[in-house]
């Protein structure tokens, strides 16, 4: 059974990620939503770890926004409370990113940081 969908005040999608979802799900052909996991290690002690997936698994949490919907564990959850996913498509690259409120510092490259 699937949890509902979370609180906005606690994890939000932004509504570029929320285009791009559209966008990846209309050319796999499929509903897809974008799994946000945290993990030990990177240069910071934590990373984030990004996956696309056709279904949440039972302890899921879902953020939905537009039709689009990211989902979190709960492992990972408090370590994204009060984050943003957001998508950004700049010169260098085009990136699933987190804003994360929690992270004390970040690597350059975004990807890891630490509490």
């Known amino acids: 059974m699937e949890r509902p969908s979370m609180p ?3 994890i939000t999608l932004s509504s570029a990620a929320a ?16 799994r946000v996991a945290v993990d030990g290690g990177g240069c910071s002690g934590f990373q984030y770890r990004f996956d696309l ?17 990211a989902v979190v564990d709960v492992v990972s959850l408090a370590l994204l409370k009060g984050s943003e996913i957001d998508f950004a ?8 990113k987190i ?3 929690n992270a004390k510092s970040s690597c350059g490259c975004g990807v890891s940081f630490s509490i």
């Open 99 to 101: 804003r994360n409120p």
């Open 53 to 69: 997936v056709e279904a949440a698994e039972p302890d899921d949490l879902k953020v939905e926004r537009d039709g689009a919907a």
């Open 8 to 10: 906005a005040a606690d």
């Open 19 to 34: 285009r791009r979802l559209h966008a990846i799900a209309k050319r796999e052909g499929k509903p897809m939503m974008l």
């Open 89 to 96: 498509d700049e010169l260098a690259a085009a990136e699933f």
